[in-house]
Structures are given as structure tokens and as C-alpha cells.
């Protein structure tokens, strides 16, 4: 065994024991080795491309807004939406293996939302436009600030939709839903 000395670790980088060559991480895609966390990434998450899967669980979350109407404050209202959003993630995350661009599912959501609401705004009942007005109230509190700020322009073009009569019958702590901040307390 030959003892390391200051003369033999100096053309050794800190924290590799050999300048041997290594495996790529990965098999190399048309010809060039892939870095650990490109492999990483495109095998949790695939190559960003808007996966087949999430039209149907929008429509699923959407079909499902209806469980957020009998919250009765802001609270009820954060845990019935965070329920329904995590069962349809979870639901995703163990029938699916690639694709998984929650931020991306995130907007597309709310996206769906709206056009939801305009749709029931101009329809028999005037009044099904709610479950997807809580909806995107409780989503501006839900996820990163970004996100967050995503389902704010899109509330606001819901509330621009929404006739006075009927935004005027909202309960008064749902106007104050979308300005609930962390904490930190529990």
C-alpha cells in the first residue's frame, strides 16, 4: 500500500480518493453523458412537455370544488383545498412515473377555473360560478409566492366576471382570503 503523501494527494481535486475516469451517471442521450441532476430531474419529473394526465385531473379537482363550499372561514376553507389538491397530487404521483409539473398543473388550474366560472356566471345557475371562485381564493394561499401570485390575476378576472349581485353574496371572510399570510405559528 503506498502512503499518501502532500507530493502524491496534489493532483487529486478535494474530496475524490482518484483521478480515475467515471461512469456517466446516466446512459448518454445522442451521444453526450448526462450530469446527475439532468437524469434526476427528467426521471422524476420527464422532459417539459404538458403531460397527457393533466387535463383529466384539472377536471377532476374541478368536478370536486364543490367540497369547499361549506367552509364557513378561512381556515376551513385552506384545509378543504389543500385536501382536494394533495388527493388528486397524490393520486398523480403513484399512477403516473414522469411529468410531474405541479407548478405548471398549478396554473393550468387556475386557468380552468376561471374559464369554469365565466361559464356558470353566464348559465342556468348564476350561482355555480362559487366552488371555483373558492377555489382560486384558498389556491392564493397555496404554494410558492409565484404560484400564489398566479392564482391572484386569475381571481381577479373572475371577480371581473362575476356579476355585482352575486360577488356582492360572497361571505365577507372570503374577500379576506387571499390576504392570509404565514405566520409561522401554528
Known sequence: ????????RQGTPPGRRSNAPHAPVAAPLLGRPQSAWTA??????GPRQRPEWFDQSIGAVLDGAGV???????????????QLLGAE???????????FWFDWWFTDLAKAAVLRARQAVS?????????????????????SPALAQAAHARLAQVVKAVPRELAAAQPP??????????TGQL
Not at 500500500?1 to 502524491?8: A, P
Not at 369547499?68 to 389543500?82: C, I, K, N, S, V
Open 123 to 143: 348559465g342556468p345557475d348564476r350561482h355555480a360560478w362559487q366552488p371555483y371562485g373558492r377555489l382560486l381564493n384558498a389556491m392564493t394561499g397555496l404554494g
Open 1 to 8: 500500500m503506498v502512503e499518501k503523501t502532500k507530493k502524491n
Open 40 to 45: 434526476l430531474t427528467e426521471t422524476l419529473d
Open 68 to 82: 369547499l363550499m361549506p367552509a364557513q372561514g378561512p381556515r376551513e376553507l385552506d384545509d378543504a383545498a389543500a
Open 173 to 182: 371572510w372570503l374577500r379576506l382570503q387571499p390576504k392570509i399570510t404565514a
Open 89 to 99: 397530487q397524490h393520486r398523480r404521483l403513484h399512477t403516473h412515473t414522469a411529468g
